[in-house]
C-alpha cells in the first residue's frame, strides 16, 4: 500500500538496511539535505524553535514504516508520551475504509534515534492505539508506557510539536524517515482537496516538489516546517506506475476531475490532531474545532 514497503519495494528496503548496518553508514538520499530557506518565523512558536535546524531529534523506526515523537497545545511534560505515523502502519493492518480505531491495546515498539540518527538510544514501547484511521487522512497515535519528563531524563530527547495551523503552499519542509534514518528536503508544491488510492479518500493533501522523492520506509515521517521545526503533517504515498487511483498509484481530485502525476509523492496534513488532542494527551473527538473522523455509530 501506501508506505510502499510491499513486494520488491520490501525486499530493496531490507537489503538497504542490512547493508547500511553492516557499513555503518546509512543509505544515501535521493535527495541531499539542505540547509533551511530563510522563511518568515512562525511568532506562535517559541524563540529557539524559530529557524529550527531540522535534524533526528524525536524521530522513531518502526519495522515497517517510520514515526515522531510528538505532543500538542495543550500538553504536559508528565504526560504519557505518544508517538505518531501513519494508519497503514498498523501492526493489526490497513484500516478499511470509514474505519476508526480508538483506545486499543497495543504493545508496538519503537526504535529511538539520536538527534544525528546514526545511533539508537532505546525501544519504546506503547500500551495503546490512542487513535488510528485511514478516512480523510491516514494516521496513527500510540501511546507509550512512558513520560515526556522519563524521556527526556533518560535519553536527553524531547519530542516534536504538532501545529495546529495548516501549511502553506511554498513552505521548506524536511520529511524525516527514522527507518532509512535520512532526511528529504522541498517545498509544499500544492494541497490536493481530495487524494484517492484503491478504496481510501484523503482530504487536503500535501504535494512535494521532486526533491522529496520518498521510498518505501518514508511512510510515517514526520513533516516538519523548517522554519519552526514543528510538525505540519506525516509523509504517507506517491504514485509509482502512473496508474489512476489504484494501489501505490494516488490520483488527485478537484472539482470532480481527475488528475494522475506519475512519481508524485503525498502527505496528510496534521492541524486536525494538535486540535483534537486534550489534557492528559487524549484524542478527544468531541473537543471544539476536532475534525478527525470519529467511529460509526453503532
Not at 497503514?88 to 475504509?97: F, I, N, S, V
Amino acid at each position: 500500500m501506501t508506505s510502499r514497503f510491499a513486494g520488491a519495494a520490501q525486499v530493496f528496503a531490507a537489503v538497504g538496511v542490512a547493508l547500511a548496518a553492516l557499513s555503518g553508514v546509512a543509505p544515501a538520499s535521493h535527495a541531499q539535505t539542505a540547509s533551511p530557506q530563510s522563511l518568515p518565523a512562525d511568532r506562535t512558536a517559541p524563540a529557539a524553535e524559530r529557524a529550527a535546524q531540522v535534524d533526528f531529534t524525536g524521530i522513531v523506526a518502526l519495522d515497517n514504516c517510520s514515526g515522531s515523537l510528538v505532543r500538542g497545545p495543550r500538553t504536559a511534560d508528565t504526560d504519557a508520551a505518544l508517538v505518531l505515523t501513519n494508519g497503514h502502519c498498523l501492526e493489526t493492518g490497513m484500516p478499511q475504509a470509514g474505519e476508526v480505531l480508538v483506545d486499543r491495546p497495543s504493545t508496538r515498539t519503537f526504535t529511538l534515534l539520536d538527534s544525528s540518527g546514526q545511533r539508537t538510544l532505546g525501544t519504546l514501547r506503547a500500551t495503546r492505539i490512542e487513535y488510528a484511521t485511514m478516512t480523510d487522512t491516514d494516521v496513527a497515535l500510540y501511546r507509550l508506557d512512558t513520560s515526556y519528563a522519563r524521556l527526556a531524563e533518560r535519553y536527553g530527547t524531547r519530542a516534536l510539536r504538532l501545529s495546529p495551523s495548516r501549511p502553506r503552499v511554498g513552505t521548506d519542509i524536511r520529511v524525516v524517515s527514522g527507518y532509512w534514518r535520512r532526511i528529504y528536503s522541498c517545498k509544499i508544491d500544492g494541497i490536493v482537496d481530495r487524494l484517492r488510492e484503491a478504496q481510501w479518500t484523503w482530504r487536503d493533501s500535501i504535494r512535494y516538489t521532486s526533491s522529496c522523492d520518498t521510498i518505501g520506509g518514508t511512510s510515517g515521517s514526520p513533516i516538519v516546517d523548517a522554519a519552526t521545526g514543528r510538525v505540519v503533517g506525516i509523509n504517507n504515498t506517491g504514485n509509482e506506475n502512473g496508474e489512476r487511483c489504484t494501489l501505490n498509484n494516488p490520483c488527485e481530485i478537484v472539482d470532480g476531475r481527475v488528475t494522475v502525476r506519475p512519481g508524485a509523492d503525498y502527505g496528510q496534513q496534521t492541524y486536525q490532531l494538535a486540535r483534537c488532542l486534550g489534557r492528559g494527551n487524549d484524542v478527544v473527538l468531541t473537543a471544539k474545532g476536532c475534525t478527525l473522523p470519529r467511529p460509526p455509530a453503532r
